[in-house]
């Protein structure tokens, strides 16, 4: 694998691009025959697959790689061997031969993880138990079009289940300044650590199960 492949795992992949990218997404949106000639991924084939049913994620995916001139390929659970006579890794070994990249809908993030690390062209994460982050890049897109490119220091607040959506946020407010208040009810232990992502401490408040882990400039206590 190439050193400088660069995966899309979890939001903070993106690193310095984030703004970049939302940026790009909102003038491509607003007056897409500005860049109807930009193909980027003209002549590329993306493998797109899921192990669970998807209809915003699917039609999305589909619908932009087709826009940017590449050509998807949809895979579904049953229809490729991977998990029964093929393991994670020699599917992506096989795949990266044909594909010049892969989405992966899945269950376990610890799958799309082992993809990406035997894959030799970009994995993007579709959805896993763990982390959703294009969810997390779309809502942020429908923040700066609604209150500008600067985010910094806005206040967002995640009431409801620790999922992958509350982990996929916390880390998302992170990358852009974004004040996170998270009131979470964790069902199960799986997505604890995570919520409690060392890059929230200057910048979270989180409370789960009605009891306060995490004050802004404060310690986690994860007990």
């Known amino acids: 694998?190439?050193?400088?492949?660069?995966?899309?795992?979890?939001?903070?992949?993106?690193?310095?691009?984030?703004?970049?990218?939302?940026?790009?997404?909102?003038?491509?949106?607003?007056?897409?025959?500005?860049?109807?000639?930009?193909?980027?991924?003209?002549?590329?084939?993306?493998?797109?697959?899921?192990?669970?049913?998807?209809?915003?994620?699917?039609?999305?995916?589909?619908?932009?790689?087709?826009?940017?001139?590449?050509?998807?390929?949809t895979l579904l659970k049953n229809d490729i061997q991977m998990g029964k006579s093929e393991t994670i890794a020699d599917t992506a070994a096989v795949l990266s031969r044909f594909l010049d990249g892969i989405t992966y809908r899945c269950f376990g993030h610890d799958m799309v993880e082992t993809l990406a690390e035997h894959a030799t062209v970009p994995v993007i994460n579709g959805l896993s138990d763990l982390l959703h982050p294009c969810q997390v890049l779309a809502d942020l897109q429908t923040m700066q079009e609604e209150f500008g490119d600067d985010l910094e220091g806005r206040r967002v607040a995640w009431i409801g289940d620790g999922n992958n959506m509350a982990t996929s946020w916390g880390l998302g407010a992170a990358s852009d300044n974004i004040e996170w208040y998270g009131i979470i009810v964790m069902r199960s232990s799986k997505n604890r650590a995570a919520t409690m992502h060392p890059a929230h401490d200057d910048h979270a408040q989180i409370w789960i199960n009605g009891e306060q882990v995490l004050d802004v400039g404060g310690s986690a206590n994860l007990s």
Request: with cysteine; glycine share 6%; hydrophobic share 35%.
């Open 1 to 73: 694998m190439s050193d400088d492949l660069q995966h899309l795992l979890a939001i903070d992949d993106l690193a310095d691009d984030l703004r970049g990218i939302l940026e790009w997404a909102i003038r491509f949106k607003q007056d897409p025959e500005r860049d109807y000639d930009f193909k980027p991924l003209d002549e590329l084939s993306i493998g797109c697959i899921y192990e669970k049913p998807s209809t915003r994620t699917r039609v999305s995916f589909e619908v932009g790689i087709n826009k940017l001139g590449g050509q998807p390929l």
